[in-house]
Every structure is written in C-alpha cells, then in structure tokens.
C-alpha cells in the first residue's frame, strides 16, 4: 500500500474518548502535556506518564472511582528500586486496602455480565445480579472448606461464565485464583498445579473442541492421587460423564454453599496475590508468576478505559482459554462496566469457520479480540469477517496478540472491516499486561503497533544497555516500576529466579525477551522473541520478519523457523518449515518462490539454506508456536517438558530429518 497509515481516529471519536478525558482532567489539575487537539497529545501524555509515575497511576486510581479504603495517600513507596522482591522492589498504594472482585461486582442487579457462546452457539446470559448471587454462594461454600486469604484454588475449566464465578468467589474471600484449560494432560496440570499446591480444584467434567465432546472425568481421577494438597475438589456437570468420583473430597459445584448466602468481601493490601500465572514451560517446570490484585487491577483499567476506549454496556471478546493471561485481561472488562462474551471451542469449527464472526454479529460485539494467527488463516481461506448478512456495524475495534501482526494482514483487514480500527498489542503472562498497544488518538499504520502503554518506560536497548535508534533492533525493556511487575515468584524465597528471569542482563532493568524496534513514527515492531532469534553469519535477525514474507504466500498456511548449529563451520544455518494447503507439494519451484519473497522482502541473510515440509507443528496451550521446542529436536536434545504442548506429537514431524544431518 502506498499509505502506511491504514486508519485514522475520527475527530469527533478522538476528541469524546476517555483518554482525551484524561488528558484534560489532567491539564486542568495543572499537569503539563500538550492538549487533546494537538497530534502529539498521547506521546505528551506517555511523555508524563513516565517522568512522574506517582502521579499517573494515582490519577488513575482516582478516575477509576474505586470502592476500595481507606487509605493513608501513599501513592508509592522506593520508586527508584527497579528490582524483584525481596532484593528491592517499589510498593505501589502500600497503605491501600481493596478487594478485586469488589471491584469488579459493583454493577446494577439488572445489567447484563456475561454471554456465553460455544461451538453449538449461543448460550446463556448471565445479568449482573446473577452473577453476584452465585459469586456470594461459592464463596460461601469455599469457606465451608476452609479456604481464607492466601489459600489456592484452582481452576481446570473451559472458557465458561461458571469459570468466572469461581475466581470471583475466590478472590472475594481473599484467596489465589490459579488455572489452565480443560485440554491439559495430568502431567502438564501436575507441572502447574503441583508447584503451587491448591487445596480445591474446580474442574468441568468435559468439554467440545472442533465437534468432539471430550471427557474429563478419568484425569480427574488421577489428580485427586497426584496432588496431595488438595482438600476438595468441585465437579462443574457441563458435557462430560455427571457421576462423581468416588472419594469423599468429592463434590458437585451446586451443592457448594446456600441460595441467599451473603456476598462479603475481605478488604486486603494492594499487593496482596490474586492469581498465579505460569510460563509455556517449554525449557522445563513453569515459572510460577505471583500476580497482585491492585496492580492488576489497575493495569487493566488503563488498558481498557484509556487505550481500548472500552465503555460501559459495551461487549468485550477475546478468543482465549482460561490457561492464556489474556482470559485474566478479559475478565477484568467487568471493572469497566463491559459486558463480557465468553466463547469455548475452536475458533473456526469444521460446519462454521467464520462461527465467531456470526458471533460478533448477534452479540452486537464493539471490542473483538484474537490471535493474528487466527486472522492470517481467514485471510488465506478467504473468509471475509463482514458480509452483506453480517455487517458488524457495532464493531469498533480488532485486538490482536500472540504473535507479531504481519503488515499484509493490517492490508487485508483495512479493506475487508474499513473504519476498524486494528490495534496489535504486546506484553504477556510476566506482567499479566501489556508493554506496548493501540491507543485512539493516533493513526494505525501498517505493519506497527501504535506505542507504548502509558506508565511503561519501555525502551529498546542494545546488548551493552544503550537505546537503539528507530530502525535498529534490539531487545524490549522497561526501565521503570510498573505497578503489575509479579509480585513474587511462587517458591523464590531469596528471589533469584526471579531476578534472572528479567534482571540478570541489565541490573535494574526489565528485560522482557522480545526482540524489537522503534519506527520512525514512534511505533514498536517486534520481531519474535529474543531467545529464538537467528544469529546466521553473526547477523541477529527475528523470527517474524521472515513469517511476514512466507505467510503471504497463497500455499502456506503457516511457518516456523529455526536456527540449526553448524559446529565445523562456527556458524549457524536457518532452517524454515511450512505447513503446506491440502494438495499442494513442497517442490523445487515453490522452495524457489519462498526464498525468492524471503530475500525481496527481508534480506538475503533470512533466506533460509533448508526449506521442509510437515504436515503439523507443535503449540504450546495458548495457541503459540512453540520455536524452542522444535530447535532442541533439530538439535538433537530432549524437550524438557513435553507436558506443556497442545499436541506433543507434532514433534516427530522433525526429529532425525534426513536434511538435517550435519557431516
């Protein structure tokens, strides 16, 4: 295209959003930053933001309205400490008491909540009073099992509002959230659940994907064996086989608490844990991140009131499983007022591909978020979200995340949802956030996500620490506290493993393990992660950059790509396989075509000395490409956790390849 601009914000949109609210309650508190009807207002306001972030995030709070107190008006406590605790750290509100799901449960009885919507459509809507009166008999129930603040429950459910409801009574009565989807095998909840030592699971006793109803009932059998800490577990009746297993810490979810119990909440600091997130686990036991419910809470509130522009009564979706953070960033809509449409199953089931597109539609949906993964594969399949049938005319907004959006799918969404805006966003379970999104006083352009989230000193450095110029790529960091940084790793006593998480290149600085670069219009592109980038010849390049090129490609479906070490030659070699269209065979002719687009469009160091075939590749649970997993085969070595991919026999698609030998 010969506009990089691909959609600019309405004037009378711009100038009526809540971050122009923002800006102009801040500027008449007496804040300096440039007004709302300058183009550089929201780089003025990141500008702010970040030089006083005392200031910011207490103006946050206090727009929030939130119901929580008292408070003694210490906003922050050690800011300059850029440190994991218990080395250092700042403490965010240290004086302040509140509950999540108080905050989250303060809408009128008669306001609609939640929608759910599966594979067989719609399902029930859930009002806001509905869902406080189930939030009040759970958490009774909860308490009948002795669960208190600080307590584990966790979650192995599908994407259902009854999954809601149950971290919004366990985060009422003070206790962790933790949870995964219902598609995890008994090792990999094991690896998860088995660190952080739950005393209830709730569990679904099964669930559809992609047409097929899968039981749950046998797993759970086993966990009740292999996690000791357990003291109950609650089966949630949904698809699968209804009897109980036969241990009496067995329980039926509706036999938890009584109809007409009281919905109380246990007022706690703000930094006191409310989930606990885990790591793709691809390099060994997940990381157990310890993530508090005020920086959460407040985190997600700018997110969605300030760069979404989210407003009450309207509809916020995300495909995700309750095992990806972006189910907890979605949940939190109900801080905003939004209406929250759950969906559970596979994105495009087999007798309805474009299911959630019909979804969007009926639901009137404003916020439709996804993976650009997901938004490649309509495009190649040729199936356009908006249609004479379906015009999505409630649609503002298209979130996508999981993966780098690649310039010619902004193309292809700027012509098939014209007036949409696209926002890819950036950040992940670390900071259960974002480090950079959309905004809606800037234009989009193609290619770019829009900046970085306010209050996040993000910078791209170089190895030695220095920032790189726009156009130069580098490692993503953060130079400042923030107020979602994890509170704690789960069993980091002395907090080195979290220190050497994010701390051990740069001390005092965040290093997030993307690999990324400014534009010279202030937008981020990230090039994949660090961790998986290409270092052929000496040239260190990222992953995506070459996906951008192969995934055009009318045969490809989708790609993943590798560096292979070639240790006579102290060099390493990239390696690129593709997932071909039914029918289509990797000839000498496409291989021609792959590296001829790879080299046009990128450079002649990302062309890639060996191109193969495989008809699946391995996914981590929340839909990623799992790039490690797949350079330790090629190299030779076990994965360490198997356990942690959706489909662990794709990995014989690349193991002991003929092409792959080095003499």
Known sequence: MDDPICWRPDPAARAASAMAGFIRARRAEGEVMEPVERSDAFRSLHAWSVADPARFWDAVRRDADLAAGPWDGETV???????????????????????????????????????????????????????????????????????????????????????????????????????????????????????????????????????????????????????????????????????LPDDPRCLAWESLGHDGATLEFVRLPFDHPLYILYSSGTTGLPKCLVHGAGGTLLQHLKEH??????????????????????????????????????????????????????MAEEEGIQVFGTSAKYLALLEKEGLAPRSAERPLASLRSVLSTGSPLGAESFDWLARVLPGVQVASIAGGTDIVSCFVLGNPLEPVRRGEIQGPGLGMAVAVLRPDGTPCPPGEAGELACLKPFPSMPVAFWNDADGERYRQAYFAGWPGVW????????????????????????????????????????????????????????????????????????????????????????????????VPRVVLAVPDMPRTRSGKLSELAVRDVVEGREVPNVGALANPEALAHFRARPELAID
């Open 77 to 243: 406590r050690d800011l300059d400490q850029m440190a994991p605790p218990p080395l250092g750290g700042a403490r965010w509100f240290p004086g302040f008491r509140l509950n999540f799901a108080e905050e989250l449960l303060r809408g009128d009885d008669d306001d609609p909540a939640m929608v759910a919507w599966g594979e067989d459509g719609r399902g029930a809507e859930w009002s806001m009073g509905a869902v406080r009166r189930e939030v009040a008999r759970v958490a009774a129930g909860l308490r009948h099992l002795g669960v208190g603040p600080g307590d584990r429950v966790a979650g192995w459910l599908p994407n259902l509002p009854e999954t809601v409801v149950a971290m919004l009574a366990t985060a009422a009565i003070g206790g962790v959230w933790t949870s995964c989807s219902p598609d995890f095998g008994v090792s990999g909840i094991v690896d998860r659940f088995g660190q952080t030592e739950p005393v209830v699971l709730i569990f679904a006793d099964g669930y559809r994907y992609a047409g097929k109803v899968h039981d749950c009932t046998a797993r759970a059998a086993q966990l009740l064996e292999r996690l000791p800490s357990l003291r109950a577990m609650v089966r949630l009746h949904h698809l699968g086989d209804p009897t």
């Open 305 to 358: 009131r300030l760069h979404v522009d989210l407003r009450r009564g309207e509809r916020l979706f995300y495909f995700t499983t309750c095992g990806w953070m972006m189910w907890n960033w979605l949940v939190t809509g109900l801080a905003s007022g939004a209406v929250l449409v759950l969906y559970d199953g596979a994105p495009m089931p087999a007798a309805e591909p474009d299911l959630l597109w019909r």
């Open 511 to 606: 290093r997030h393990g993307d690999w990324a670069e400014w534009t010279l219009a202030g937008g981020v592109v990230i090039t994949g992660r660090s961790d998986a980038t290409l270092n052929p010849g000496g040239v260190r390049i990222g992953t995506a950059e070459i996906y951008r090129q192969v995934e055009a490609i009318e045969e490809v479906l989708e790609a993943l790509v590798v560096g292979q070490r070639l240790p006579r030659e102290g060099d390493v070699r990239v390696v690129l396989f593709v997932r071909l269209r039914d029918g289509i065979a990797l000839d000498d002719d496409l291989v021609a075509r792959i590296r001829q687009r790879i080299r046009a469009g990128a450079s002649p160091h990302h």
